[in-house]
């Protein structure tokens, strides 16, 4: 597996859009070349977009660099771009790597092919990147090589993997606080919390079993 801290820093390090060309040797890219505001155009990008850069690959991948001119949601800007990228080139297989300055957001999304809506897509923030978010990372350098289709499809199997991880840990912690509050009886907030916890852990193992 590649280096877990090379990953982690390059995660780290990507605070601007001059530092995201480091991402591109790591996934097997060539180096980038800037888009002008009329290419940008040529393959669907709006105003939302302050700047671009593309980056072959191998076969009919490509990297496309962004920087979001807005402080709109980043998943919902890098869905709309996967959207109008994809249609615009449906015939090849895009990697997408955002930064968001105004957030400090970094999105690694990989759309599906044209007509498809889903995006497959690792968000972060620099100041809160977990072990996880480089593990993800660690694990798409090491699914560079091969054959385009295969590779893409690799990509798009560990990011949906961490957005299934991260929307899992989301529910349960609501499930959790739920719980805690409407219980009965008389129990302080933190103990009412960790008794919950627990029987939350209770009936995931139980169902793990059943499974």
């Given at each position: 597996m590649s280096s877990l801290r090379t990953a982690a820093a390059l995660l780290a390090g990507a605070k601007s859009f001059r530092e995201l060309a480091p991402f591109l040797p790591a996934l097997g890219f060539a180096e980038s070349l800037p888009l002008d505001l009329g290419d940008r155009r040529a393959i669907g990008l709006d105003r939302s977009i302050r700047r671009a850069a593309v980056a072959n690959g191998s076969g009919t991948l490509r990297a496309l660099l962004l920087e979001a001119a807005t402080d709109a949601p980043a998943r919902e800007t890098i869905t709309r771009v996967a959207s109008r990228?994809?249609?615009?080139?449906?015939?090849?297989?895009?990697?997408?790597?955002?930064?968001?300055?105004?957030?400090?957001?970094?999105?690694i999304a990989a759309p599906a092919s044209a007509g498809r809506k889903q995006v497959s897509a690792l968000l972060t923030t620099i100041a809160g990147i977990a072990p996880s978010d480089a593990e993800t990372l660690a694990a798409m350098c090491d699914a560079a090589a091969g054959a385009d289709v295969l590779v893409h499809h690799r990509w798009?199997?560990?990011?949906?993997r961490e957005a299934l991880t991260r929307r899992f840990y989301r529910e349960l912690e609501n499930v959790v606080d739920?719980?805690?509050?409407?219980?009965?009886?008389?129990?302080?907030?933190?103990?009412?919390?960790e008794l919950a916890l627990?029987?939350?852990?209770?009936?995931?193992?139980?169902?793990?079993?059943e499974a």
């Open positions: 990228v994809t249609a615009h080139a449906p015939h090849l297989l895009w990697l997408l790597v955002m930064v968001q300055p105004a957030s400090e957001s970094l999105v798009r199997e560990l990011l949906g739920k719980l805690a509050i409407s219980a009965a009886g008389r129990v302080a907030g933190t103990a009412r919390r627990l029987c939350s852990s209770r009936i995931l193992f139980l169902a793990f079993l």
